[in-house]
């Protein structure tokens, strides 16, 4: 579950006021909107990346809206991916494992079953640089995914695809939200995407937050 409580959000000049939302557990929710009206500066709240400048932020029926971003068993893929140049796949899998402080055998477990969840098993030894557009996706959703999150918040992650590649990664997310049933938030412009994937919709728009009719 995700739950805003009228949080307002200010970076310089921007402003955002009193926003609530609410998305149940197991939900796959889509926002759209058009660039520059707080999108992504929502996403980074619910993350702890961010602090608002009023109102609150739970997870789980928890108010973690002073919980350190670690503490808050979120799965966070931002558009840009962020991934460590100098990590290889298998290193980028285990990541938030070893700071979870998961046993060796507990580390190796899932690393080893997100990737092949993922299809990314014969890239483990590989390093970033060199990836594919698809491939590198799937590294960074593998990342956010393989500590077993309670909330998954995705910041565009198929804009940067071509449209084979597109089609696949949409198939890849239908089957984790099938698979996993883990609460989900994820940006996007585009309509197909929502279309295909989401239980919920919702359009940030003029400051306002409204939800959206699936027909």
Same mark, same amino acid.
């Given at each position: ?149 309670? !909330? ?29 049933? !883990? ?33």
């Amino acid at each position: 579950m995700i739950r805003l409580d009228n949080i307002s959000i200010t970076v310089g000049t921007f402003h955002l006021p009193n926003v609530s939302l609410e998305i149940e557990r197991g939900r796959y929710a889509i926002l759209m909107g058009k660039t520059g009206c707080g999108k992504t500066s929502l996403l980074e709240t619910i993350c702890g990346l961010r602090k608002p400048s009023s109102g609150s932020v739970w997870l789980q029926d928890v108010d973690v809206t002073r919980y350190a971003p670690g503490d808050r068993e979120i799965g966070y893929v931002p558009q840009d991916l962020a991934l460590f140049p100098t990590y290889n796949v298998a290193e980028h899998l285990e990541f938030g494992l070893k700071l979870h402080k998961a046993s060796p055998s507990q580390l190796k477990q899932r690393r080893d079953e997100t990737a092949e969840i993922l299809g990314i098993t014969h890239l483990l030894r590989r390093p970033i640089d060199g990836l594919s557009g698809g491939e590198a996706q799937r590294v960074a959703l593998g990342r956010a995914i393989a500590v077993e999150p309670s !909330v998954l918040l995705l910041d565009e992650p198929l804009s940067a695809l071509d449209e084979e590649t597109r089609d696949e990664m949409l198939e890849l997310l239908q089957s984790l939200k099938e698979a996993t049933n !883990v609460t989900t938030l994820h940006v996007t412009h585009n309509l197909a995407e929502a279309e295909r994937l989401a239980d919920c919709r919702y359009r940030l728009s003029d400051s306002v937050l409204e939800h959206v009719a699936i027909d």
